[in-house]
């Protein structure tokens, strides 16, 4: 079993269009988060939510919205698409808020706005 | 905000010779955690080592070993025996103590050569 999955793991379309990305983990964990990898590698905090609860908003545009229905998925809506979200989305999970452990990777959504 | 400072170039390494990974972080906070993970070209996200800042030693994990230099705010990764599946992208990450910030460096990109 897949501890941390997103779908769709491919995702293309135009600009304009609203999308979403699914997150679920099965490890029980707590905490949960977005990532955004642009295209020279570099990963950068998106949002954080613990048990349902935003955390980290980390100046994200408006057309970026998370949802949490539990605390073991968390969701990415991003309404009309610009070129520059082309990059790879990486949902993780942690057991704890603020714990010193490492964070687990779900396998990251490329999504490719034409 | 921490910083995380990777700078090598992209580095071409034996197989079977060792390779050291540079790294150093700017931050304020006196508690923290510092991570490595492994990016292959297949894009998911492996967790390869931590190191709390309070760890006397350095942490080591079969083949890898990071030599943390405190005073120095470095985290060097080293891998030791490099094999042909080493070649990757490696990240260096950082997350202060009670905080769900896990920043990364922008990563090193490592070819093993046969």
């Known amino acids: 079993d897949t501890a941390v999955s997103q779908t769709p793991k491919y995702l293309v379309t135009q600009m304009g269009n609203d999308k979403s990305i699914k997150c679920e983990q099965n490890?029980?964990?707590?905490?949960m988060y977005w990532y955004k990898q642009d295209s020279k590698k570099f990963l950068k905090i998106m949002f954080s939510y613990n048990n349902k609860e935003l955390i980290i908003n980390e100046t994200v545009p408006n057309r970026f919205s998370p949802k949490s229905p539990d605390k073991a998925h968390l969701n990415l809506h991003i309404n009309s698409l610009e070129l520059g979200d082309s990059a790879v989305y990486f949902c993780?999970?942690?057991?704890?808020?603020?714990?010193?452990?490492?964070?687990?990777f779900g396998e990251g959504s490329r999504l490719t706005v034409l | 905000a921490q910083k995380i400072t990777q700078t090598q170039p992209g580095m071409f390494v034996q197989e079977k010779e060792a390779v050291t990974l540079d790294c150093t972080y700017d931050t304020s906070d006196q508690s923290y955690g510092l991570f490595w993970y492994k990016q292959p070209s297949s894009g998911e996200m492996i967790f390869l080592i931590y190191?709390?800042?309070?760890?006397?030693q350095n942490a080591t994990e079969g083949r890898y070993s990071l030599n943390f230099q405190k005073a120095r705010k470095s985290a060097n990764l080293v891998i030791s025996a490099s094999q042909l599946g080493d070649s990757a992208m490696y990240f260096c990450a950082m997350r202060p103590y009670g905080n769900n910030r896990l920043a990364f460096g922008k990563g090193n990109q490592v070819v093993v050569i046969p």
């Open positions: 490890l029980g964990h707590d905490t």
């Open positions: 993780a999970s942690s057991p704890r808020q603020g714990d010193t452990g490492e964070l687990f």
């Open positions: 190191q709390g800042s309070y760890d006397e």
